[in-house]
C-alpha cells in the first residue's frame, strides 16, 4: 500500500502527463500572453473550464507543499510539475479567472520557489498590494510579501511588532486568539530570518514548529485563508534550507571567518540601500551544480556555459572569494569585453569586495597606460578591465599579471569576432603559458559545443567534467516574428532585408506577431496570430500653424516607425529595449517615438505611464550641458533613451543608470549596451538582424550567437515588472 507521500508524488507525476489537463493549462498561459499584447484575442474556441483547472491546481499545490515540509529532498524531480503550476496561477490571477487576483498570484509564487525559480516569486511578490480589508491580515499578508521579496532585515523589524504582547482586558477572546497565532508568525519569521542571516540551524527547525503551529490556530479559529497562507509559506522552508548558501557552501565556512562574513554581507542585501535591498541567501539550480562539479577545485581550467541571467556573474563572484581567501596575497582579474560592462561589475563588486576588506578597481581604455594605473593595479585585489588594457598591462608591468591566481573571462566568446579574437586569444596564450598558477574560469550564454571542446584542450583542462553547461534560466522567454500585412495579401517578415523591400507599393494596415511554438506555445499554432497594431490615422490641429493636419502613423515601410510603435505599445508591459546595428537605426527610431507620443499628446490618448512623469531625469539634465540643444537631448527630455559609442560618456553612464531605476520606459541601444549588461529588460526588439560589413561592402546578417546573446537581455531575473 502506497504512503502519503507516495501517492501524491504519483499523482502530480500523472497529471504533469495528462493531456487534457496540459492543453487545459496550456490555453490558459497563451490566452493571458495574448491578452497582453493583441489589441483583441484572435478568434478560438477556448475549451478549458477555469473551475476545473483551478480544482486541479489547487489540490497539486496542497500535495506539493506536503512534499515539500516532509521530504524536501524529492521536490526537485517535482520542479518541472511545480514550474508549469505556478504559471497556470499566474496566469489565471493575470486573466482575473482565479478566486482571487492575491491569492493566484500568491499560489503561483509559492509553487515557483519549490520549483528553484526563487526570482519569479520575487517578481510576483514585488507586485501584489500589501493591503487588505481584515483588521490584522495587513500584517500577515505584507510579513509574506517580504519574505518572499526576501527583503530580510525589513520582514524582522515588522515581525518583532507582532510580537508586542497585547493588553488583556477582556480574557481570551477570538480576537486575542488571533492576535496570538499572528504573533507565533511574527516569532516564526524572526527564526527563519536568523537562519538565513547568520546561518543558524536551530533557528530554522524552531521556524518551522512555530509557523506549523500558527497554522494550526489560525484553523481553529476557522480562518482558512490565513491557515492557508502560513502553511503555504511553512512548506518553502525546508527547501530554503536545501539551497541556502549556509548549506550548500557548508564545507567552506564552517572554520573560516571570511567566509563566513561573505555570506552574512549577501543575506543582508547588496547595494547602496541594504534595508530594502533583496537578500542572497539560497543559490540557485545552476550554481548549485557549478559547486557540487567542482567550482572550487584545483584545474587550471572551468568552463560556464549558461543562459543570460542564469546567475554566472554569482558563480564567478565565489570562485574570485575562494581564490582570495585560500591565497591572501593573490589577485583576481575579471576580463570583460565592454566599457558598460566593465563599469557595471565594477561597481557591483564594491559594495561586496569592500565590506569583506578587499580592494576593487576597474581600467577601461584601449592601448595607452600611465604611472597611476600601475600604482592602482599594485594596490587592488579584484581588477575589472577590458581585454585592450589587460594587454597593456601584460606588456608594460608583466610582474604584476603574474600575481593574479585567477582570470575571469565573461563573454569569452569574443574569441571568435573577427576584429577582437585573434588578439584576445594571443593574449590568453601568453598568460596560460607565463603564469602557470593562474586559473581560469570562463564565462558565456552562447559558446558553442565545438568551441567548449576546443577550449578544454587549450587549456589543457582534466577532463570534460571541467565544463559546467546548463539550460536551466529564471525566466520563461518568448520569441515572435513581427509581420507586416498588406491590402494586397503580401506580407514582409520584420527579420527580412536591411533595404527597403520593393513589394511596399500598396497601403499596409496590420502587424501581427507570429511566436515561436515552443513549449506551451505549441498550442498556439491553432489559434490566429494576434494583432498587436494597425496603421491609424491621426487627426489634429497643428498647435503652431492652427491648421487641421492627418497623418498616418506607423508608416509599415519604415522599419523605424515600426520599432517605435512596438515599443510604444509594449512599455506598458515593462521596460524596453530596442538593439539596432548602427546610431543612424537608434536614432531614425528615437525620433519616430517622439513622433508618436506627439500624434498621441495631440490626440488625448493614453500615454503609457513611464513617459508621464513631469521630474527631469539626471540623463536629460547631462545632455544639456554636454550636447545644448540637440535631438539627444530632446529625446531624454521625453524619456526615451539612446544608448551609442558616440555620445560623451557621462551621458551614456546617466542613461544606464536612469534606465536601471525605470526612469526611462524605452532604451534604444547599439551593441554598446546590448550584450553582457544587467539591465531590468522585459522586452528586447531587434530593429535589423542585418549588419553592415566594410571589408565586402555589403549587408550581412549577424552571428546567432549575437542574436541570442541580445535576445537573452529580456527576462533578467527579479527585474521583471
Known amino acids: 500500500m502506497m504512503s502519503e507521500y507516495e501517492t501524491f508524488r504519483s499523482h502530480i507525476l500523472s497529471l504533469d502527463k495528462d493531456q487534457e489537463f496540459r492543453e487545459e493549462s496550456a490555453q490558459i498561459r497563451v490566452k493571458a500572453l495574448l491578452s497582453d499584447v493583441a489589441e483583441e484575442l484572435p478568434s478560438y474556441a477556448w475549451s478549458y473550464i477555469p473551475r476545473r483547472v483551478i480544482r486541479n491546481i489547487s489540490f497539486a499545490t496542497f500535495e506539493l507543499a506536503y512534499i515539500a515540509r516532509n521530504n524536501p529532498h524529492e521536490i ?8 508549469d503550476i505556478a504559471r497556470t496561477w499566474e496566469a489565471l490571477a493575470r486573466l482575473r479567472e482565479s478566486t482571487t487576483r492575491e491569492i493566484g498570484l500568491l499560489n503561483a509564487a509559492v509553487n515557483y520557489e519549490l520549483a528553484g525559480y526563487q526570482a519569479n516569486a520575487l517578481c510576483l511578490a514585488k507586485n501584489m498590494s500589501h493591503g487588505r480589508s481584515h483588521s490584522n491580515l495587513p500584517s500577515l499578508f505584507g510579513m509574506s510579501l517580504l519574505f518572499l521579496q526576501r527583503r530580510i532585515l525589513e520582514l524582522r523589524d515588522l515581525a518583532k511588532l507582532v510580537q508586542v504582547e497585547p493588553q488583556i482586558s477582556a480574557g481570551i477572546t477570538p480576537l486575542l486568539l488571533e492576535s496570538m497565532a499572528l504573533a507565533l508568525t511574527g516569532n516564526a519569521f524572526s527564526l527563519v530570518s536568523r537562519f538565513l542571516l547568520a546561518g543558524e540551524r536551530f533557528s530554522l527547525e524552531k521556524s518551522i514548529a512555530v509557523s506549523q503551529r500558527a497554522g494550526q490556530l489560525f484553523a481553529s479559529l476557522d480562518l482558512v485563508e490565513e491557515s492557508n497562507l502560513v502553511d503555504s509559506i511553512s512548506s518553502l522552508l525546508p527547501v530554503i534550507d536545501k539551497r541556502a548558501t549556509w548549506t550548500v557552501l557548508s564545507p567552506f565556512i564552517s572554520n573560516d571567518v571570511k567566509w563566513q562574513r561573505y555570506l552574512k554581507l549577501l543575506a543582508r542585501g547588496i547595494g547602496t540601500n541594504v534595508y530594502t535591498s533583496r ?20 584545474t587550471p581550467m572551468k568552463i560556464v556555459r549558461m543562459p543570460t541571467s542564469a546567475g554566472k556573474t554569482r558563480i564567478a563572484e565565489l570562485a574570485i572569494v575562494h581564490t582570495l581567501i585560500t591565497y591572501p596575497s593573490a589577485k583576481c582579474v575579471y576580463v570583460a569585453p565592454y566599457r558598460a560592462l566593465v563599469s557595471e561589475l565594477e561597481q557591483s563588486f564594491l559594495h561586496l569586495f569592500r565590506d569583506l576588506g578587499y580592494r576593487v578597481s576597474s581600467l577601461i581604455g584601449n592601448y595607452e597606460s600611465d604611472d597611476f594605473e600601475e600604482l592602482l593595479f599594485r594596490e587592488t585585489d579584484v581588477l575589472v578591465t577590458t581585454p585592450e588594457k589587460l594587454d597593456l598591462l601584460f606588456r ?31 593574449l590568453l596564450t601568453r598568460i596560460k603559458r607565463k603564469n602557470a598558477q593562474a586559473r581560469f574560469l570562463l564565462l558565456s550564454a552562447v559558446v558553442p559545443q565545438e568551441t567548449l571542446e576546443d577550449f578544454v584542450q587549450w587549456f589543457k583542462a582534466s577532463s570534460q567534467k571541467d565544463i559546467m553547461s546548463s539550460i536551466w534560466r529564471p525566466s520563461v522567454q518568448r520569441h515572435a516574428m513581427f509581420e507586416s500585412i498588406q491590402k494586397n495579401a503580401m506580407a514582409s517578415t520584420w527579420f527580412g532585408s536591411f533595404q527597403q523591400n520593393p513589394l511596399f507599393e500598396s497601403v499596409v494596415e496590420t502587424g501581427i506577431l507570429r511566436y515561436v511554438p515552443e513549449g506551451d506555445l505549441q498550442f498556439y499554432e491553432k489559434a490566429e496570430p494576434p494583432t498587436i ?28 516607425q515600426i520599432a517605435a510603435e512596438l515599443a510604444y505599445r509594449l512599455a506598458g508591459l515593462g521596460s524596453v529595449l530596442v538593439f539596432c ?14 513622433e508618436k507620443l506627439y500624434l498621441a499628446s495631440l490626440t488625448y490618448q493614453n500615454i503609457p505611464n513611464g513617459f508621464k512623469r513631469d521630474i527631469i531625469t539626471r540623463s536629460a539634465l547631462l545632455a544639456r550641458d554636454w550636447l545644448g540643444k540637440q535631438p539627444v537631448t530632446s529625446w531624454l527630455e521625453s524619456r526615451i533613451g539612446v544608448h551609442y559609442a558616440d555620445l ?62 541580445i535576445a537573452g537581455r529580456a527576462g533578467r531575473a527579479g527585474e521583471l515588472n
Open 648 to 709: 560623451p560618456d557621462v551621458v551614456r553612464n546617466a542613461v544606464e543608470t536612469d534606465f536601471r531605476q525605470r526612469n526611462l520606459p524605452v532604451l534604444n541601444a547599439t551593441s554598446t549596451l546590448a550584450q553582457g549588461v544587467n539591465l531590468p529588460v522585459r522586452t528586447v526588439i531587434i530593429h535589423s538582424c542585418n549588419r553592415y560589413d566594410k571589408a565586402t561592402d555589403s549587408w550581412k546578417r549577424i552571428p546567432a550567437r549575437d542574436y541570442w546573446n
Open 533 to 560: 497594431f494597425r496603421s491609424q490615422e491621426y487627426q489634429y490641429t497643428n498647435p503652431v500653424t492652427r491648421r487641421r493636419q492627418t497623418t498616418i502613423f506607423p508608416d509599415m515601410t519604415s522599419k523605424a
Open 581 to 594: 546595428v548602427t546610431p543612424q537605426s537608434v536614432k531614425a527610431v528615437a525620433k519616430a517615438l517622439q
Open 76 to 83: 526537485d524531480e517535482l520542479s518541472s510539475a511545480a514550474r
Open 279 to 298: 537578500s542572497v541567501s539560497e543559490l540557485w539550480p545552476s550554481q548549485i551544480d557549478a559547486v557540487q562539479k567542482g567550482l572550487f577545485d584545483e
Open 396 to 426: 608594460t608591468y608583466p610582474e604584476l599579471v603574474m600575481s593574479a591566481r585567477l582570470f575571469v573571462v565573461d563573454e569569452v566568446h569574443i574569441v571568435q569576432d573577427e576584429k577582437r579574437g585573434l588578439k584576445f586569444e594571443l
